[in-house]
């Protein structure tokens, strides 16, 4: 019955800024683990951020700390991935992903076998 709809990607030129949604619907529940995954072209899935729905923890790549930010907004039942200082490297499809776990560690959120619900997915090409 979940649900998971990801949007807000497109082309932004390098140093630009971008924010990724991604709606929540169908049974879920506030304790879920949500998580922002990505992946080019011939490479693995990678971790991107995560968030407890609960709680609001957070915690992200090396590669995007201190340029990426999530967040959540629990009337909207929505994860946001805003984006800054975009570099051409973060080009990928971006995809939302829900955990339906109350555990909150690194062993668990940051590997992509662990999420049971995916978002289709939503293109970010950045430019030099």
């Known amino acids: 019955q979940v649900q998971l709809v990801d949007a807000g990607g497109g082309l932004v030129q390098a140093g630009g800024s971008l924010r990724l949604s991604c709606a929540v619907s169908?049974?879920?529940?506030?304790?879920?683990?949500m998580g922002w995954f990505r992946q080019a072209p011939g490479k693995e899935r990678e971790f991107v951020a995560a968030i407890n729905w609960s709680d609001g923890n957070t915690d992200y790549a090396d590669s995007v700390k201190g340029r990426f930010i999530i967040s959540r907004d629990n009337a909207e039942n929505t994860v946001f991935l805003q984006m800054h200082s975009l570099k051409p490297e973060d080009s990928a499809v971006y995809y939302c992903?829900?955990?339906?776990?109350?555990?909150?560690?690194?062993?668990?959120?940051?590997?992509?076998?662990?999420?049971?619900?995916w978002g289709r997915g939503t293109q970010v090409t950045v430019s030099s």
């Open positions: 169908g049974r879920t529940f506030s304790s879920y683990n």
């Open positions: 992903a829900a955990d339906a776990t109350p555990l909150w560690y690194r062993g668990r959120y940051y590997y992509a076998s662990t999420y049971a619900y």
